[in-house]
């Protein structure tokens, strides 16, 4: 079965920049699979960041982007604040109606 | 503005089955151009994509779930549901309801519902 991987844990600096990546156990990752990516702070649900590789969903600052970096989806943070400090976690379409979510990216921002 | 809310059982007993609904609000379930879904996480774990619907009942699954989960819509309820067979402690999780636009956008979420499988 196919695993979506991402860094289990990142940090960065405030103000600073970070991209987080989700790619796969076997191949490439392309636009082809609609990568997507979610915003999670505890307790909450996930909230919709980048959809369709780069598209932002309403109302979601600009500092985020998405975009495929390599064979990978990549988010990027740029000028990163405290309230950045959340669960990431990026979704892929495989096809057939299939969807799967990698295991996710703590990110700490300090 | 759309809402999503699950509501079932937050118990479970083992070997038994968890039925969950969602009640949409704000919009209809009568779409072509959305799927309506479920997602899981157990405590302290990621995501997991149970399964999408669209209103017509085109149904997908994860392949690890498959033989266990049903699906369904009530269009004159507004609502969809699971029914996730057979259950054990490893499917204890927070159970949430989302919608998927066209676009492939899992863009709105319910709040979630704990599930605890326990006898």
């Known amino acids: 079965q196919t695993v979506v991987t991402q860094e289990p844990s990142f940090s960065v600096s405030p103000g600073g920049t970070v991209t987080l990546t989700c790619g796969l156990s076997?191949?490439?990752?392309?636009?082809?699979?609609?990568p997507s990516w979610y915003q999670q702070t505890p307790g909450q649900a996930p909230r919709t960041l980048i959809y369709s590789t780069n598209t932002r969903s309403s109302g979601v600052p600009d500092r985020f982007s998405g975009s495929i970096l390599g064979i990978k989806a990549a988010l990027t943070i740029t000028g990163a604040q405290a309230d950045d400090e959340s669960d990431y976690y990026c979704?892929?379409?495989?096809?057939?109606?299939?969807?799967?979510f990698g295991g996710g990216t703590k990110l700490t921002v300090l | 503005q759309l809402q999503l809310q699950e509501s079932g059982p937050g118990l479970v007993k083992p070997s038994e089955t968890l039925y969950l609904t969602c009640t949409v609000s704000?919009?209809?379930?009568?779409?072509?151009?959305?799927?309506w879904g479920w997602i899981r996480q157990p405590p302290g774990k990621g995501l997991e994509w149970i399964g999408s619907i669209s209103y017509s009942v085109t149904t997908y699954s994860n392949p690890s779930l498959k033989s266990r989960v049903t699906m369904s819509v009530d269009t004159s309820k507004n609502q969809f549901s699971l029914k996730l067979n057979s259950v054990t402690a490893a499917d204890t999780a927070v159970y949430y309801c989302?919608?998927?636009?066209?676009?492939?956008?899992?863009?709105?979420w319910g709040q979630g519902t704990l599930v605890t499988v326990s006898s």
């Open positions: 979704a892929l379409y495989m096809g057939s109606g299939i969807w799967v």
């Open positions: 704000g919009g209809s379930i009568s779409s072509v151009s959305y799927y």
């Open positions: 076997s191949g490439s990752v392309s636009t082809s699979y609609y």
């Open positions: 989302a919608r998927m636009t066209i676009r492939r956008d899992w863009g709105s």
